[in-house]
């Protein structure tokens, strides 16, 4: 079974685009979720999505936002990009059921140059 | 809100040892999970083991094992005869109960398995 796939890898912006991310969830999970790393602020949870809904959000500003289609890939987008921006963002997975392990992907390292 | 602490930002072990990380967490549900991941330099987050905070036993998994205490909001993890693959930053990481995704993660612990 294929695990959680993120594109890009890797990508350089500058300050004040945009950028998109895309996550494949692992075959049949529903639920996806965001998190941002950083070395300053560890990693943090930006939104979690089931079912094209989102369920749960961070404390990030509104320049972060997601959406997640019917075959549950996902994306998530920053608009108005910032320096403070640049970080691995991690795509997780998991199935349905309280407490179900959540599966990563390996990262979009986004560099805001 | 929850919140989890790692207060080892480093360790070191030498291969084949037995070494153990600790972790805390605050939160005021009876229902949770936890968990500890394994970030290699490869930046995958690798699930190492997941407890379930109404089983009073404790979690293991090969090497791996937990010391779950429920009263004193503790979660450490030991890691037996430590092999250098093991080198890896350590995540606790804790999940409420009900249809809660959410993961709150600790700073993390260096491990460092020299040889």
């Known amino acids: 079974k294929a695990g959680v796939t993120q594109t890009p890898r890797y990508l350089i912006k500058t300050r004040g685009q945009q950028v998109t991310l895309s996550c494949s969830p692992i075959s049949g999970h529903r639920s996806v979720s965001w998190y941002q790393q950083t070395p300053g602020q560890g990693l943090q949870f930006l939104f979690e999505?089931?079912?094209?809904?989102?369920?749960n959000k961070g404390n990030f500003p509104g320049r972060f936002s997601g959406r997640q289609f019917s075959n549950s890939r996902s994306e998530m987008n920053v608009s108005t990009l910032e320096l403070g921006d640049s970080a691995l963002y991690l795509c997780?997975?998991?199935?349905?059921?309280?407490?179900?392990?959540?599966?990563f992907g390996e990262g979009s390292w986004l560099t805001v140059v | 809100a929850q919140t989890v602490t790692q207060s080892q930002p480093e360790m070191s072990v030498q291969e084949a040892e037995t070494v153990t990380l600790s972790c805390t967490y605050d939160t005021s549900e009876n229902n949770y999970y936890l968990f500890w991941y394994k970030q290699p330099p490869s930046r995958q987050m690798i699930l190492v083991i997941r407890?379930?905070?109404?089983?009073?036993q404790n979690a293991t998994e090969n090497r791996f094992s937990v010391n779950f205490q429920k009263a004193a909001k503790s979660f450490s993890l030991k890691i037996s005869d430590s092999q250098l693959g093991d080198t890896a930053m350590y995540f606790c990481a804790f999940m409420g109960g009900g249809s809660n995704y959410k993961l709150t993660f600790g700073k993390g612990t260096l491990l460092t398995v020299n040889p």
């Open positions: 999505y089931f079912s094209e809904t989102q369920r």
């Open positions: 407890q379930e905070a109404y089983k009073q």
């Open positions: 997780a997975s998991s199935s349905t059921g309280p407490g179900n392990t959540i599966y």
